[in-house]
Every structure is written in structure tokens, then in C-alpha cells.
């Protein structure tokens, strides 16, 4: 029904710089939230930033200041743009989106990507 699928990990030195995107797809009728989560080994998951359709954001404490969400919503894309990455930020990084498809059209659910690799290097 809705697939999301994330890109732009990858390997940068402390410092640096990426931008991940996550592009919702299906029988979609409309999309509230969407979410960047990220996971690394032996962690739990962990909320990173969040957007809902009018544009609110909300972040972790730990990347305020260093990350910005934004999405577009005639794409179905939301956007993690990570700036000053440190050591600590290295994760899986997977999106969600609360998404009404045209088969419910009274009902939120949530749908996740599989994640993209982010790895920071000291």
C-alpha cells in the first residue's frame, strides 16, 4: 500500500555534513507527520526530529541547532539536513509517516522505511 524508502547515508568525518531524504509512495491520500528516527547497537530507538503538514517541527535535544526537517508535501519527500555531525550521531536512520490511503480514508497509520546507514568518524 505505502512504501517509504530513505537515501543519502553515508560515511563523513566529524564535522561534516548530510542530507537524508525519505520519499513516501502508494495509494496516498494524505500524510500528517512524518518522523526521523535513528538506532544505533545497543540503543534504543530514538526520536530525532519530527514535522506535521502544516510545517511544525520538533527535535531531540541532542541535534538542536545542528539538524533541520523539512519536507515537501506535492512529493510525498521529507528532509533531514545534519550539519556539525559528531561520533555520537553514527545510526541507522529510518523515517515513519502517519499516511491516509485512499482504502482508509478516516484513519492515520503509520507506515516505516528501512533506514539508511549514517557513520560519523572521529
Known amino acids: 500500500q505505502v512504501q517509504l524508502v530513505e537515501s543519502g547515508g553515508g560515511l563523513v568525518q566529524a564535522g561534516g555534513s548530510l542530507r537524508l531524504s525519505c520519499v513516501a509512495s502508494?495509494?496516498?491520500?494524505?500524510?500528517?507527520?512524518m518522523t526521523w528516527y535513528r538506532q544505533s547497537p545497543g540503543n534504543q530507538r530514538e526520536l530525532v526530529a519530527s514535522i506535521t503538514s502544516g510545517g511544525s517541527t520538533n527535535y531531540a535535544d541532542s541535534v538542536k541547532g545542528r539538524f533541520t526537517i523539512s519536507r515537501d508535501n506535492a512529493k510525498n519527500t521529507v528532509f533531514l539536513q545534519m550539519s556539525s555531525l559528531k561520533p555520537e550521531d553514527t545510526a541507522v536512520y529510518l523515517c515513519n509517516a502517519a499516511v491516509r490511503t485512499r482504502a482508509t480514508m478516516y484513519t492515520y497509520n503509520v507506515y516505516w522505511g528501512r533506514g539508511t546507514q549514517v557513520t560519523v568518524s572521529s
Open positions: 502508494g495509494s496516498i491520500f494524505s500524510i500528517n507527520a
